[in-house]
């Protein structure tokens, strides 16, 4: 059984039936998700969504599927790790790390949104899917495509990191690298997407896909058990999750499964494509795209589709943000890795990143709840940090060569060993 009403554009309220549409015709504005929510409230407890297995379909009649989901029952409900020893280096007590590095299967925050547009895509009775990408959703349109037996194309630019091809062409689907950024590989979509009727994820379905990353927002409320954090610093690429976690935290409040607490959300950007920072820094509505130039591919988006929404949302909360520059990005990489043990991609750095300055800002106080959001899994991105780490040493097979190396690093001598 399904909540949704029908979908309803952003900007005038022109509504329009559930159907495979994203633009207003009248006015061009985002069509949205409408849900009847006084419905939800009388169905959904607290105690029937913890009976549920642990997937993002725990959270089902928020989200805009008809029937039981085919696709997707192992993803979402990622750890939320509290890290004593990073908020410790960070003087925070409550510091919270909202881990999609091991999302299920294509270990990125995409496992998500492309979960709900598989399952919408076969709703609607389409054969074929497709998504322009910066790469982690072409992995999990790819490999979600293979799970529900659907033809896949995936379009990205050329430069993406290898982990990025490889784990999509391995799942079947056709990849095809365009010369050009994200937003050119976008622009060739849309013409695309008219012309061959196929279900690209993040065009033609995007106002369900979205929907998706509103369980990222759900988990790190229950995780919390069923309190909102303090902060949580989002990363923003299209601006697809932060409007969404913002959404699910006003969701979880209407329906009745939160309490009234409040919550400041805060974008994060790399300094080499932050056209949403430079707007709210400069507190001015309008967003002037940029050339994007940083590691951090996958949130390399010079032209977001949602930036203003991301605007919206950050301001309503009273949050802020901030740009991390390519270097503090791999610092804090390597700061995450080494202190808890995980290990992101330039996405999570980046927010980390911006997390750190937040602090130092005075915006962030030591007694208070923070989740940092980390997005992607650094094994999917090795070319970023591999020339930023030590190379491992090379010697013989000899115990008298490992004595010497010891020694040279400086960790004093080895116990004398037992006769
Ligand atoms: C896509 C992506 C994001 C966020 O993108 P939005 O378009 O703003 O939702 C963040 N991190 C990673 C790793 C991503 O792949
Ligand atoms: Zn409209």
Redesign the pocket.
């Known amino acids: 059984m399904s909540y949704i009403t029908n979908l309803k554009?952003?900007?005038?309220?022109?509504e329009y039936p559930v159907a495979p549409l994203h633009v207003?015709?009248?006015?061009?504005?985002p069509?949205e998700v409408n849900y009847d929510y006084a419905k939800i409230r009388a169905a959904l407890t607290r105690a029937k969504i913890e009976a549920r297995p642990h997937n993002l379909w725990r959270y089902r009649e928020l989200l805009p599927v008809d029937g039981d989901p085919e696709v997707g029952p192992h993803s979402g409900f990622t750890p939320l790790v509290h890290c004593r020893r990073l908020g410790a280096e960070l003087g925070l007590k409550s510091l919270y790390i909202k881990d999609d590095t091991v999302n299920h299967p294509t270990l990125s925050y995409k496992d998500r949104v492309v979960s709900v547009a598989i399952t919408k895509a076969r709703e609607f009775g389409f054969t074929t899917v497709s998504c322009a990408s910066t790469g982690n959703l072409a992995t999990a349109v790819a490999a979600h495509a293979a799970r529900a037996g659907l033809k896949c194309f995936i379009f990205m630019p050329e430069g993406v990191e290898a982990g990025k091809i490889v784990g999509s062409t391995i799942y079947g689907a056709q990849v095809i690298t365009i010369r050009g950024n994200y937003d050119d590989v976008n622009r060739l979509c849309s013409e695309i997407a008219d012309k061959y009727g196929w279900a690209f994820v993040n065009i033609n379905l995007r106002p369900y896909y979205t929907e998706g990353a509103k369980t990222f927002g759900f988990e790190i409320a229950e995780q919390l058990g069923w309190k909102l954090p303090d902060h949580v610093v989002v990363p923003t690429a299209g601006g697809t999750i932060l409007p969404k976690v913002a959404k699910a935290f006003k969701e979880l409040k209407d329906v009745g499964l939160v309490k009234g607490s409040n919550f400041k959300i805060y974008s994060a950007q790399a300094a080499g494509s932050a056209p949403v920072i430079h707007a709210l820094h400069k507190g001015v509505d309008l967003i002037t795209p940029v050339k994007p130039d940083t590691i951090a591919k996958s949130i390399a988006i010079g032209n977001p589709a949602d930036g203003f929404y991301v605007l919206r949302a950050v301001r309503e909360s009273g949050g802020w943000g901030d740009s991390a520059s390519d270097p503090e990005i791999i610092d804090a990489i390597k700061l995450l890795a080494r202190t808890e043990g995980i290990f992101a991609e330039p996405a999570g750095g980046t927010t980390l990143a911006v997390a750190l300055k937040l602090i130092k800002q005075g915006r962030i106080k030591p007694d208070e709840t923070l989740v940092v959001s980390i997005t992607g899994n650094g094994y999917k991105t090795l070319e970023a940090v591999s020339s930023a780490i030590e190379r491992p040493f090379v010697i013989d097979a000899r115990l008298r060569e490992f004595d010497a190396l010891f020694e040279r690093l400086g960790e004093g001598k080895p116990a004398a060993a037992s006769a």
């Open positions: 554009c952003k900007e005038c309220g022109q207003c015709e009248t006015c061009f504005g069509l």
